[in-house]
Nanobody, 127 residues
Framework: VQLQASGGGFVQPGGSLKLSCVAS????????IGWFRQAPGKEREGVSCIAQSDGRTYYADSVKGRFTISRDSVKNTMYLEINNLKPEDTAVFYC?????????????????????WGEGTQVTVSS
């Protein structure tokens, strides 16, 4: 059972990336899934999630309009498309699966914690 993230890289400001996260040993469809990031010297924060209950997507205020989360049930893979990258987006990005997620006061929250975490993929935004 694992989540394997990929797609990070070094990008100039204004550029785009699409992160992927492949699940093995379990079905993403049965979970709420999401992406987190941890910038140097900062706590890990949720940036986006898809609720298992109704498929609704949620975004942290800091990324609304630039990040798009999606899921491919056939490939058992989740994605995070990031546009108009900014230097403050530099972080290690993690994918995860849990029971339930939502957005409260602009912050992504997973109720009842996470069941699975993937290894991170580094995104560096710099000119």
């Amino acid at each position: 059972v694992q989540l394997q993230a990929s797609g990070g890289g070094f990008v100039q400001p204004g550029g785009s990336l699409k992160l992927s996260c492949v699940a093995s040993g379990f079905r993403l469809d049965y979970y709420s899934i999401g992406w987190f990031r941890q910038a140097p010297g900062k706590e890990r924060e949720g940036v986006s999630c898809i609720a298992q209950s109704d498929g609704r997507t949620y975004y942290a205020d800091s990324v609304k309009g630039r990040f798009t989360i999606s899921r491919d049930s056939v490939k058992n893979t989740m994605y995070l498309e990031i546009n108009n990258l900014k230097p403050e987006d530099t972080a290690v990005f993690y994918c995860a699966a849990g029971v339930a997620c939502t957005e409260r006061l602009g912050i992504i929250e997973f109720d009842y914690g996470m069941d699975y975490w993937g290894e991170g993929t580094q995104v560096t935004v710099s000119s």
